[in-house]
């Protein structure tokens, strides 16, 4: 006999992607449940609490875009917002829709077994209860799988310690306290900034300097806010005409196409304007010609070297092993300053290793240092990290941890073969970019297929081998030439903390967004004849 699945659709995940796919599929009639690992909405804003958490893009750019409604009662207080500002807008897009009568908070999801029998999904929870559906969407997010550094001893620390992911709701006060980071990515730059300004002493514990750049932010009053609003529509198709989709879009000159002095201007102008300008507003070939990535590297280090007044500690601050550019940029706000403080010390364990947590503080190997507080900065097993704390199997009982054990394999970064019915929200092989902008064309995207599933009785819906191989060739070829590919780091896959994951992959389109969504728009055009619908 034949059985019903519990709901048409369950999402995991009830970030900004879960949301949006959780009130696009009412519109469409389907039933759905979503399962939310945390007590509330908001995912990535939700579980990133630390201080000084604020967006890096401009809050407007990075807000939901659908409804002219919700973009005319909502105002943006600064240009970059502070997390609890984007989880308050978050919450208020929940309530404004009534999504949470359709969200189970405190459920994670510990398996999702595809049953062939039933064209369906078995997903279990990790307290044992269970439900099934037709489609399972993932909504679990590029960065959400926090990762704690393998430091022997991390346990048997005394004082009070905290991954920046996993922060706790009440405030966390840093007076009168000796507190350690470990971590100086974009989390560990912004928390940093934030517990110098109270902390009796702070020790950063750097393993690998990275480019930052100023995010200068500012407040907005409502004039500017209006002025703002006004320009939505002209600033909404700006960011679906830009390479990834953020308002920066790179310069079309190329780097020596300039006098010296005309480069020099440029980049002075770009380090002097708020937010990403610089990392992605600069000269086309930054991230392609390596002489023109040393000059650039060479402009920012001059930077660094004219805000920290001792010349070993700013040597220490500018990267050596990868050009500016190549990771992912943090924004700052009076960052490299912080090292002038006479409460803050900066230790390069490139050169005296972290040996191992003790009971009281950080053992490295030329001193003991003492602490109250270990806050961990230390990052996200990312994009393939949240599939695999999920115990996925499809067609045979296949795992899909198994079949991404040397990087993802996908059709446009939404669905795999062998995983029938399955669908990824900002996946892997997906432009991520500015993600809500990418999240609202994925879920768009995703919607407009299961309509169409809908609308011709399909139960059945899986990306063909040959497609997945072309999709996947095609992602490995755009990353040929990009000198991001050649570095160690979440962007390409790399976590010293997971095991299996010290080799590079490709796991990010990167080709430019229009390219990515004109592909998907036209495999929905020709009635999806790419994937096996059945
Ligand atoms: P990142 O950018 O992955 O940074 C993690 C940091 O933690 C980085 O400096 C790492 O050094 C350091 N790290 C990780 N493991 C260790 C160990 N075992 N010992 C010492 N130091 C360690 O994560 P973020 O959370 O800052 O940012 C992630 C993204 O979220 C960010 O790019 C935004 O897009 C939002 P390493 O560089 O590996 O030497």
């Known amino acids: 006999m034949v059985t019903t699945p519990d709901f048409d659709v369950i999402i995991i995940g009830a970030g900004m992607s879960g949301l949006y796919q959780l009130h696009r599929l009412r519109e469409l009639g389907l039933t759905a449940r979503v399962f939310e690992a945390g007590t509330g909405v908001g995912g990535t804003w939700y579980w990133n609490r630390y201080p000084g958490a604020r967006f890096d893009s401009e809050s407007y750019s990075y807000q939901f875009s659908f409804s002219k409604d919700l973009l005319d009662e909502w105002d943006w207080t600064e240009h970059f917002a502070g997390q609890p500002e984007t989880l308050r807008y978050l919450n208020h897009v929940a309530d404004k829709y009534d999504l949470r009568k359709d969200i189970q908070f405190r459920s994670r999801v510990k398996s999702a077994w595809y049953q062939e029998a039933t064209r369906s999904w078995d997903v279990t929870l990790e307290d044992g209860s ?77 393993r690998t300097p990275n ?29 679906m005409e830009t390479f990834s989709c953020f308002l920066h879009t790179p310069d079309p000159r190329k780097t020596f196409d300039v006098s010296e002095e005309e480069r020099q ?74 090292y002038n403080q006479d409460n803050v010390k900066l230790v390069d364990i490139s050169e005296t290793p972290i040996a191992c947590i003790t009971p009281t503080g950080i053992e490295t190997s030329d001193a ?19 599939f695999d704390r999920i115990d996925i199997r499809g067609v045979d009982g296949a795992r899909l941890k198994d079949r991404w054990k040397h990087g993802p394999e996908t059709f446009l970064g939404t669905t795999v073969d062998g995983f029938p019915n399955m669908l990824m929200l900002i996946g892997p092989h997906m432009a991520l970019g500015n993600i809500p902008r990418s999240i ?17 009785h399909i139960t059945r819906i899986e990306a063909t081998a040959d497609e997945v191989k072309t999709w996947t060739d095609h992602v490995k070829e755009l990353g040929e030439g990009n000198l991001l590919f050649e570095v160690n780091s979440w962007m390409t896959g790399v976590n010293t903390n997971v095991e299996g994951k010290q080799v590079r992959i490709v796991n990010r389109y990167s080709g430019s967004a229009p390219a990515y969504r004109a592909r998907c728009d036209e495999v929905a055009s020709h009635d999806y004849r790419e994937m096996a619908l059945a």
């Open 211 to 239: 480019w930052c750049a100023p995010l200068l932010n500012s407040k907005i009053g409502p004039e500017e806010m209006a002025e703002i609003r006004a320009n939505y529509p002209a600033m909404f198709q700006r960011c």
């Open 130 to 206: 269970r439900a099934s559906c037709r489609f399972l969407i993932t909504a679990v997010g590029p960065l959400s799988a926090p990762t704690m550094p393998t430091i022997p001893g991390v346990d048997s620390f005394k004082g009070e310690s905290c991954h920046t992911a996993r922060w706790p709701h009440e405030p966390v006060s840093f007076v009168g306290k000796r507190v350690a980071v470990i971590g100086t990515g974009a989390t560990g730059v912004q928390t940093v900034q934030e517990v110098a300004k109270t902390a009796k002493s702070l020790t950063v514990f750097q």
């Open 265 to 338: 201007a440029f980049w002075e102008k770009l380090y002097a304007s708020p937010g990403f300008g610089i990392w992605l507003g600069n000269f086309s070939d930054m991230l392609t010609d390596r002489e023109a990535n040393a000059a650039i590297s060479a402009f920012v280090a001059n930077k660094i070297r004219q805000r920290v007044k001792d010349p070993v500690t700013a040597e220490k601050l500018i990267p050596k092993n990868h050009g500016f550019g190549t990771r992912r940029v943090p924004m700052e706000t009076r960052y490299y300053e912080v």
């Open 368 to 386: 003991d240092y003492e602490f109250d507080m270990i806050i961990y900065a230390t990052g996200f097993d990312a994009i393939t990290g949240s």
């Open 440 to 456: 609202e064309h994925n879920v768009d995207w995703v919607t407009d297929l299961l309509r169409y599933a809908r609308d011709h």
